[in-house]
T-cell receptor, first 112, second 115 residues
């Protein structure tokens, strides 16, 4: 119930393409869904986040799509660039609970 | 993120030695969280502290691990009698208050290698 399942484990996309990473959760009490970006040797940095009252949130080239009934959310990176190459983590928690539950991560490689 | 400062960035310890990892939260933040990340895995919550208080240590191994956040000075994660399985990246995060994850800022991590 506390798990967040993330896929794929790794992803290779051509420059300019769309990168799509998916996450699924089981706990219907979760109401905050962030995505973090982590470069090698660095800490995770918040990229974009969504709450279940909306089905989509867009910030620049990054979009979160949220499907409450399916208990799934995904990150889309449009016009992917080599600088987007990093590991991406989805996470979830309840707004009143500090403890983020993390996905296992997706290693994204953008080929020039 | 220059705000949350962790040191050392890299630490090598022999089996049986002690490891001490330090974390100075962002200015104005009174809540500190420690996470552990094994290679090719996500982050696992270890402990949540406020000044002079451990709020939640449910993710901490019962033995050899301890954490503190004194009134003055950095938060310290202490691992006694390290074993090879303790080799991991340890991330500290801080927030100005308890609440949702969007107020949590991570440091750049301390990489512990046990040889």
């Amino acid at each position: 119930q506390q798990q967040v399942k993330q896929s794929p484990q790794s992803l290779i996309v051509q420059k300019g393409g769309i990168s799509i990473i998916n996450c699924a959760y089981e706990n219907t009490a979760f109401d905050y869904f962030p995505w973090y970006q982590q470069f090698p040797g660095k800490g995770p940095a918040l990229l974009i986040a969504i709450r279940p009252d909306v089905s989509e949130k867009k910030e620049g080239r990054f979009t979160i799509s949220f499907n409450k009934s399916a208990k799934q959310f995904s990150l889309h990176i449009m016009d992917s660039q080599p600088g987007d190459s990093a590991t991406y983590f989805c996470a979830a928690n309840r707004d009143s609970n500090y403890q983020l539950i993390w996905g296992a991560g997706t290693k994204l490689i953008i080929k020039p | 993120n220059a705000g949350v400062m962790q040191n050392p960035r890299h630490l090598v310890r022999r089996r049986g030695q002690e490891a001490r990892l330090r974390c100075s939260p962002m200015k104005g933040h009174s809540h500190v969280y420690w996470y552990r990340q094994l290679p090719e895995e996500g982050l696992k919550f270890m402990v949540y502290l406020q000044k002079e208080n451990i709020i939640d240590e449910s993710g901490m191994p019962k033995e050899r691990f301890s954490a503190e956040f004194p009134k003055e000075g950095p938060s310290i994660l202490r691992i006694q009698q390290v074993v090879r399985g303790d080799s991991a990246a340890y991330f500290c995060a801080s927030s100005p208050k308890d609440g949702s994850g969007n107020t949590i800022y991570f440091g750049e991590g301390s990489w512990l290698t046990v040889v």
